[in-house]
């Protein structure tokens, strides 16, 4: 594994994270969920992501039962906060105060753990000052209960408002946490040169793109029984790539990938690491032999010339629209 410092802060995190997303406490049982787990701490990743969210909080639960007994303080733990849980109360979701505090507190009785090293906005609040969440989320780092401030899915411009208030607060807003692939790369026009001037890095998600990157989903043919497209809560995320254009190039990509030494899904995650304000790449996983595959990805380093026939072979399905990064 390899490691690298996140944002401008003295935190470091493993190039491949560890995601519980759309698997623990919904795809999978917990059997398995804590066999990739440890097949993750095998393989030398340190950073796991969940958010209270993911099968409304049994994923921060699942996952704090797998890490129980690990050395804390060789772990760098994320999770979200913003979507509705719970029964879905009018407090129950956002970025007001009283649902961040007690959203924070849930989550580290879910976690089994005394603080949160990134604790991240799952998406921006349009509906409540940013001075409210921003002071808020102050306030648990203050209290010791969070290390780091981080968001998810905000645009430049939010990122900018938000690291500016966070400088006049005196604490760390550190990281974004992006949809980010060769196929979806919104974050590249704006979203980047901002975090970079901002002292944030990327910590992102799907860089297989919703599996379609690994080369499973074939041009023609039905897709695959229990894989994400034939699942109820994600196969909307995966939907838009199951055209044959984007699958037919997708298979084109198939002898770069073995020139490269690698397999579809390893160049996949490979090449988000080759941007620089990318500090690590969130791998989800239903089998451990997923993880032990995907994170051969850390330190490959892909030449110049492969990286331009991907985007000769891919351009014209790349996504780049930055106003696609957006709040519902």
Not at 88 to 116: C, F, M, V, W
Not at 152 to 167: F, K
Not at 215 to 243: C, H, I, M
Not at 265 to 294: D, F, H, M
Request: with cysteine; hydrophobic share 40%; charged share 25%.
């Amino acid at each position: 594994m390899e490691f690298r410092r996140l944002g401008r802060s003295g935190l470091t995190v493993s190039e491949i994270s560890y995601g519980n997303w759309l698997t623990h406490g919904s795809q999978i049982e917990e059997e398995q969920a804590n066999a990739c787990v440890r097949a993750a701490l095998d393989a030398g990743i340190t950073t796991f992501d969940t958010a209270d969210v993911y099968a409304n909080t049994a994923a921060e639960s699942v996952l704090g039962r797998a890490l129980a007994g690990e050395r804390r303080e060789s772990l760098e733990i994320l999770t979200k906060v913003y979507w509705p849980t719970g029964p879905g109360g009018p407090n129950d979701r956002g970025l007001g105060r009283k649902h961040i505090i007690e959203s924070a507190n849930a989550s580290l009785k879910r976690l089994q753990t005394d603080y949160i090293d990134v604790y991240q906005a799952h998406r921006f609040d349009r509906t409540v000052p940013l001075e409210e969440t921003m002071l808020a989320f102050a306030d648990l780092v203050r209290q010791g209960k969070v290390l780091y401030i981080g968001v998810s899915e905000w645009n430049a411009e939010q990122i900018t408002r938000g690291a500016a208030l966070a400088r006049e607060l005196q604490v760390p807003f550190i990281s974004n946490q992006p949809q980010y692939s060769m196929l979806w790369r919104v974050i590249e026009p704006q979203i980047i040169p901002a975090s970079e001037r901002e002292g944030l890095s990327q910590v992102v998600f799907s860089p297989i793109a919703q599996g379609v990157l690994t080369g499973k989903y074939l041009p023609g043919q039905p897709v695959p029984e229990g894989s994400r497209a034939t699942d109820e809560s994600g196969k909307n995320f995966v939907a838009r790539w199951l055209r044959d254009d984007v699958l037919e190039r997708v298979q084109r990509l198939r002898p770069l990938a073995e020139e490269a030494g690698l397999t579809l899904a390893q160049l996949a995650v490979a090449w988000v690491l080759q941007n620089k304000n990318v500090a690590s790449a969130i791998i989800g996983a239903s089998r451990p032999e997923q993880v032990t595959e995907n994170v051969k990805a850390a330190g490959k380093v892909l030449e110049s010339d492969l990286l331009d026939k991907i985007d000769s072979v891919l351009d014209e399905v790349v996504v780049t629209d930055p106003r696609l990064t957006h709040t519902p």
